[in-house]
Protein backbone atom coordinates (compact mmCIF):
# COMPACT_ATOMS: atom_id res chain seq x y z
CA UNK A 1 0.00 0.00 0.00
CA UNK A 2 2.76 2.24 0.81
CA UNK A 3 4.41 1.79 -2.73
CA UNK A 4 1.39 2.33 -4.38
CA UNK A 5 0.78 5.69 -2.44
CA UNK A 6 4.18 6.41 -3.28
CA UNK A 7 3.66 5.77 -7.07
CA UNK A 8 0.54 7.55 -6.93
CA UNK A 9 2.34 10.51 -5.31
CA UNK A 10 4.71 10.47 -8.17
CA UNK A 11 2.05 10.23 -10.68
CA UNK A 12 0.52 13.39 -9.03
CA UNK A 13 4.04 15.17 -9.11
CA UNK A 14 4.63 14.55 -12.45
CA UNK A 15 1.29 15.78 -13.90
CA UNK A 16 1.54 18.78 -11.60
CA UNK A 17 4.68 19.36 -12.74
CA UNK A 18 3.69 19.59 -16.48
CA UNK A 19 1.15 21.34 -15.43
CA UNK A 20 3.03 23.93 -14.45
CA UNK A 21 5.35 24.00 -17.56
CA UNK A 22 2.11 24.27 -19.26
CA UNK A 23 0.80 27.60 -17.42
CA UNK A 24 4.94 28.94 -18.05
CA UNK A 25 3.88 28.12 -21.64
CA UNK A 26 1.14 29.58 -22.05
CA UNK A 27 2.20 32.73 -20.63
CA UNK A 28 5.44 33.09 -22.30
CA UNK A 29 2.87 32.94 -25.79
CA UNK A 30 0.79 35.67 -24.33
CA UNK A 31 3.15 37.69 -23.93
CA UNK A 32 4.91 37.38 -27.00
CA UNK A 33 1.58 38.12 -28.70
CA UNK A 34 1.05 41.06 -26.58
CA UNK A 35 4.37 42.30 -27.47
CA UNK A 36 4.21 41.35 -31.28
CA UNK A 37 0.32 43.25 -30.95
CA UNK A 38 2.42 46.55 -30.07
CA UNK A 39 5.45 46.22 -32.07
CA UNK A 40 2.72 46.50 -35.33
CA UNK A 41 0.75 48.79 -33.44
CA UNK A 42 4.01 51.16 -33.32
CA UNK A 43 4.61 50.07 -37.12
CA UNK A 44 1.43 51.14 -37.85
CA UNK A 45 1.74 54.43 -36.24
CA UNK A 46 5.15 55.43 -37.52
CA UNK A 47 3.69 54.69 -41.24
CA UNK A 48 0.15 56.54 -40.29
CA UNK A 49 2.80 59.88 -39.18
CA UNK A 50 5.15 59.00 -42.34
CA UNK A 51 2.17 59.10 -44.74
CA UNK A 52 0.21 61.46 -43.08
CA UNK A 53 -1.16 64.10 -45.10
CA UNK A 54 -0.54 67.47 -44.59
CA UNK A 55 -0.78 69.70 -47.59
CA UNK A 56 -3.85 69.56 -49.50
CA UNK A 57 -4.65 71.55 -52.66
CA UNK A 58 -8.12 73.01 -53.32
CA UNK A 59 -9.21 70.70 -55.37
CA UNK A 60 -8.43 67.69 -52.83
CA UNK A 61 -10.36 69.39 -49.79
CA UNK A 62 -14.60 70.68 -49.47
CA UNK A 63 -16.64 72.37 -46.92
CA UNK A 64 -16.89 69.83 -44.52
CA UNK A 65 -13.33 69.54 -44.02
CA UNK A 66 -13.33 73.12 -42.01
CA UNK A 67 -11.56 71.23 -38.58
CA UNK A 68 -8.27 70.44 -41.18
CA UNK A 69 -8.53 72.86 -43.53
CA UNK A 70 -9.98 76.24 -41.70
CA UNK A 71 -13.10 78.02 -42.99
CA UNK A 72 -10.92 79.70 -45.55
CA UNK A 73 -9.32 76.60 -46.60
CA UNK A 74 -12.58 74.59 -46.25
CA UNK A 75 -14.90 77.25 -48.48
CA UNK A 76 -11.80 77.74 -51.38
CA UNK A 77 -12.32 73.86 -51.67
CA UNK A 78 -15.97 73.91 -51.90
CA UNK A 79 -15.74 76.66 -54.42
CA UNK A 80 -13.34 74.63 -56.89
CA UNK A 81 -15.79 71.77 -56.60
CA UNK A 82 -18.50 73.76 -57.68
CA UNK A 83 -16.35 74.86 -60.61
CA UNK A 84 -15.58 78.20 -60.07
CA UNK A 85 -13.11 80.11 -61.72
CA UNK A 86 -10.85 81.24 -58.32
CA UNK A 87 -7.04 81.11 -58.48
CA UNK A 88 -5.62 77.72 -57.56
CA UNK A 89 -3.89 76.97 -54.42
CA UNK A 90 -3.11 74.53 -51.49
CA UNK A 91 -3.66 74.80 -47.87
CA UNK A 92 -1.60 73.24 -45.00
CA UNK A 93 -3.62 72.06 -42.48
CA UNK A 94 -4.08 73.00 -39.05
CA UNK A 95 -2.89 69.80 -37.59
CA UNK A 96 0.91 71.41 -38.43
CA UNK A 97 0.53 74.24 -36.10
CA UNK A 98 0.53 71.38 -33.45
CA UNK A 99 3.43 69.22 -35.38
CA UNK A 100 5.07 72.28 -35.39
CA UNK A 101 5.25 72.86 -31.44
CA UNK A 102 5.64 68.68 -30.94
CA UNK A 103 8.74 69.01 -32.78
CA UNK A 104 10.78 71.71 -30.93
CA UNK A 105 9.59 74.74 -33.41
CA UNK A 106 10.62 73.06 -36.63
CA UNK A 107 8.98 72.31 -39.39
CA UNK A 108 9.00 68.59 -40.49
CA UNK A 109 11.13 67.30 -43.67
CA UNK A 110 7.92 65.40 -44.82
CA UNK A 111 5.65 68.67 -44.21
CA UNK A 112 8.14 70.82 -46.20
CA UNK A 113 8.40 67.48 -49.07
CA UNK A 114 4.39 67.73 -49.18
CA UNK A 115 4.76 71.54 -49.46
CA UNK A 116 7.03 71.57 -52.10
CA UNK A 117 5.35 68.87 -53.87
CA UNK A 118 1.71 70.84 -53.76
CA UNK A 119 3.89 73.55 -55.08
CA UNK A 120 5.21 71.43 -58.06
CA UNK A 121 1.44 71.15 -58.77
CA UNK A 122 0.17 74.51 -58.56
CA UNK A 123 2.97 75.26 -60.92
CA UNK A 124 2.07 72.74 -63.26
CA UNK A 125 -1.81 74.14 -63.22
CA UNK A 126 -0.69 77.70 -63.74
CA UNK A 127 1.87 77.30 -66.19
CA UNK A 128 4.49 79.32 -64.39
CA UNK A 129 6.96 78.55 -61.98
CA UNK A 130 8.14 80.04 -58.41
CA UNK A 131 11.16 81.65 -58.54
CA UNK A 132 11.10 81.62 -62.44
CA UNK A 133 13.01 84.79 -64.33
CA UNK A 134 10.66 84.51 -67.30
CA UNK A 135 7.22 82.94 -66.00
CA UNK A 136 7.48 83.53 -62.18
CA UNK A 137 4.53 82.16 -60.02
CA UNK A 138 3.38 84.93 -56.95
CA UNK A 139 1.62 83.50 -54.37
CA UNK A 140 -0.35 84.67 -51.55
CA UNK A 141 0.22 83.59 -48.35
CA UNK A 142 -3.35 83.75 -45.84
CA UNK A 143 -3.80 81.90 -42.01
CA UNK A 144 -7.06 80.24 -41.28
CA UNK A 145 -8.77 78.75 -38.55
CA UNK A 146 -11.73 77.01 -37.86
CA UNK A 147 -13.26 80.10 -36.71
CA UNK A 148 -11.44 83.31 -37.84
CA UNK A 149 -10.35 85.15 -34.04
CA UNK A 150 -8.66 88.44 -33.36
CA UNK A 151 -4.41 88.31 -33.13
CA UNK A 152 -4.37 85.89 -36.75
CA UNK A 153 -1.75 85.98 -38.78
CA UNK A 154 -1.92 88.80 -41.52
CA UNK A 155 -1.60 88.28 -45.40
CA UNK A 156 1.38 88.33 -47.41
CA UNK A 157 1.17 89.42 -50.89
CA UNK A 158 3.35 88.26 -53.94
CA UNK A 159 5.77 85.85 -52.24
CA UNK A 160 7.92 84.68 -55.01
CA UNK A 161 8.94 88.21 -55.88
CA UNK A 162 12.28 89.14 -56.00
CA UNK A 163 15.04 91.30 -57.28
CA UNK A 164 14.67 88.97 -60.53
CA UNK A 165 11.49 88.47 -61.20
CA UNK A 166 10.53 91.95 -60.73
CA UNK A 167 12.19 92.72 -63.72
CA UNK A 168 10.03 90.47 -65.60
CA UNK A 169 7.29 91.94 -64.22
CA UNK A 170 8.29 95.37 -64.55
CA UNK A 171 8.83 94.74 -68.29
CA UNK A 172 4.73 95.33 -68.64
CA UNK A 173 4.10 97.70 -66.17
CA UNK A 174 6.82 99.66 -64.15
CA UNK A 175 5.04 100.90 -61.67
CA UNK A 176 2.85 97.58 -60.87
CA UNK A 177 5.40 95.76 -60.48
CA UNK A 178 7.61 97.69 -57.78
CA UNK A 179 4.59 98.44 -56.24
CA UNK A 180 3.85 94.94 -55.64
CA UNK A 181 7.93 94.24 -54.60
CA UNK A 182 7.01 97.48 -52.24
CA UNK A 183 4.17 95.59 -50.81
CA UNK A 184 6.09 92.45 -50.37
CA UNK A 185 9.06 93.97 -48.38
CA UNK A 186 6.43 95.36 -46.20
CA UNK A 187 4.64 92.54 -45.56
CA UNK A 188 7.26 89.86 -45.21
CA UNK A 189 8.90 92.52 -42.78
CA UNK A 190 5.83 93.04 -40.73
CA UNK A 191 4.38 89.53 -40.47
CA UNK A 192 7.74 87.15 -40.20
CA UNK A 193 10.67 89.54 -38.99
CA UNK A 194 8.45 92.15 -36.73
CA UNK A 195 9.55 95.18 -38.31
CA UNK A 196 6.39 97.59 -37.97
CA UNK A 197 5.04 99.16 -41.41
CA UNK A 198 5.99 102.63 -40.19
CA UNK A 199 9.35 101.94 -40.78
CA UNK A 200 9.05 101.60 -44.19
CA UNK A 201 6.15 104.16 -44.47
CA UNK A 202 8.63 107.21 -42.75
CA UNK A 203 10.91 106.14 -45.44
CA UNK A 204 8.71 106.63 -48.17
CA UNK A 205 7.12 109.65 -46.70
CA UNK A 206 10.84 111.16 -46.45
CA UNK A 207 11.33 110.01 -49.94
CA UNK A 208 8.49 112.34 -51.44
CA UNK A 209 9.12 114.94 -49.58
CA UNK A 210 12.74 115.58 -51.16
CA UNK A 211 10.76 115.46 -54.33
CA UNK A 212 8.41 117.32 -53.13
CA UNK A 213 5.63 114.75 -54.78
CA UNK A 214 2.09 114.57 -53.36
CA UNK A 215 2.72 110.91 -54.04
CA UNK A 216 4.92 109.02 -54.66
CA UNK A 217 4.09 105.51 -56.19
CA UNK A 218 1.70 107.54 -59.20
CA UNK A 219 4.69 108.82 -60.81
CA UNK A 220 6.00 107.85 -64.05
CA UNK A 221 10.00 107.42 -62.88
CA UNK A 222 8.96 106.86 -59.23
CA UNK A 223 10.00 102.81 -59.50
CA UNK A 224 13.55 104.10 -60.06
CA UNK A 225 13.59 105.34 -56.13
Do not use: H
Not at 19 to 32: G, P, S, V
Not at 72 to 98: D, R, V, Y
Not at 151 to 172: H, Q, R, S, Y
Request: proline fraction near 2%; charge should be positive; glycine fraction near 8%.
Amino acid sequence: RDLRMSRGLGDVYKRQKWYNIDIKIALYEIKLSIQANMIQKIKERRYMEENKKYVYLFQEGNAKMKDILGGKGANLAEMTNLGLPIPQGFTISAECCNKYYEDGEKISEDIISQIEKALGKLEEMSGKKFGDVQKPLLVSVRSGARVSMPGMMDTILNLGINDETVKTLAAKNRRFAYDSYRRFIQMYSDVVKGIPNSVYEKAIDTKKMQRGLACLLYTSDAADD
